[in-house]
């Protein structure tokens, strides 16, 4: 049997390294959480003793939060054409409300990561759920709502919407800041491929899951059963999930050995929770090439949230069955591509350096999206455009997972501070995105606009060679 280890339930933060705290030094160094044959030792009398797994089930309810997001984000595009016809909105109308939910989501995503660091990703993440799920259901009744009444049904969808955007920007930040409670340094490209692998399928989903229910029940009850399913993923997180593996009551002794052990080459955890040095972190090159990058990854992704199902019906002559088919692709390419970033990542990190690593996988993913979309957008033929363009959503996505990595390598005492604050930054571009799109596709037609985004994508990997993510920010840690 295990040993028992006793645990009081505590918060933690990172601070200086210490010896003498991590696992003895009779085990393996090379094994960790991650690696071949994880979570099996031999005990003394010759039995195995395996690990438990919670760490991977934290991981996946961390990728299902991802996926709710984007459940009761892409729903609307999809409801969009049937809102569109029945609420005689014009196109740059329809951009105003998309936006409108992300500057909610822009403006919280650094109270959001600091709720996190300060009072635990658990108790946050649960409360941001509800209010996001209870806002969800109200853009059903926004037509019905008082401020209907006296600003107009638009500015009612505005005002709902950004309220949805408050609520899930507390999402993102709280992730990250669990994937670096429960994930070593060796492995953060990974751990932070699971938020984004949740982008993809709940992407994915969302498109004929939406389109299936508002052909039977209307627009509205999308919007009813989509916060209903969060209320429900709320409470099976906050019964499930611990701020750190050491409060977990299901993880034994060994996985606890991996994960210190996974754990030993980053700062030592202590007690009391500190005020982010936001002087410090907003006069450093790497963070202002990880808030410039990912406002230009921001743009160029939001197209696939807001406009792609309305462009596939309305520009590439879709029916809204088949939208609802293809309008999967983009969030396919993200699972399927996203994990594979975060791998390559690690894997460059190990053999370059996290510098140069982190660098590399940016570049291949960034580059070769802008590619995509300039030649997806030129494309003759529909299925080719599809193809194409759904291919730079998961390149993109695939050099998404080094940002995220890289604020845990330049703070894990402030990760969830510095997620939140770089996350600001890519939706205040994804609020952008939208009405700007609208404009330049009114205007000058919708290759130019796709034009546009490929260029911004550009810029995002050209950004990221302001990041070291080798040194760390962390006064006390030790560089690695």
Known sequence: MCAVVSRRPRRYVYAGRSGGELAAKSESESETAFGPGAGKRQSGAGSSVRATRVRWNVLTLVMLATGLTYLDRVNLSIAGHYIQTELHFGTETMGWIFSAFLLGYALMQVPGGWAGDRFGSRKVLALAILWWSAFTMLTGLAPRLPIAAWLGVAASFMVVRFLVGVGEAACSPTNNKIVSNWIGSNARGLGTSFSILGIGLGGAVTPPLIAWIMQRWGWRSSFYISGAIGVVFAALWFAYVRDTPEEHPKVNAEELRLLERARSRTP???????????????????????LIGYFCQGYPIYFYYTWFFIYLVRVRGLTVSEGGIWGMLPYLSIALLAPFGGAFSDFASKRLGKTNGRRAAVWLGMFLSAALLWFGSRSSSSVAAILLLAGA????????????????????????????????????????????????????????????????????GLSFALVSAGKSLDSTAAEF
């Open 268 to 290: 030592k955890m202590r007690e009391a929770p500190a005020n982010a040095p936001w002087k410090k972190l907003l006069s450093d090159r790497s963070v202002w090439g990880l």
């Open 393 to 460: 959503s998961g390149c993109n996505m695939f050099a998404a997972t080094s940002y995220w990595a890289a604020c845990i390598d330049l703070t894990q005492e402030f990760a969830g501070s510095l997620s939140g604050l770089m996350n600001t930054a890519g939706n205040l571009g994804g609020w952008l995105s939208p009405i700007l799109t609208a404009y330049i596709a009114t205007h000058f037609g919708w290759e130019r606009a796709l034009d546009v985004a490929a260029l911004v994508t550009a810029g995002a």
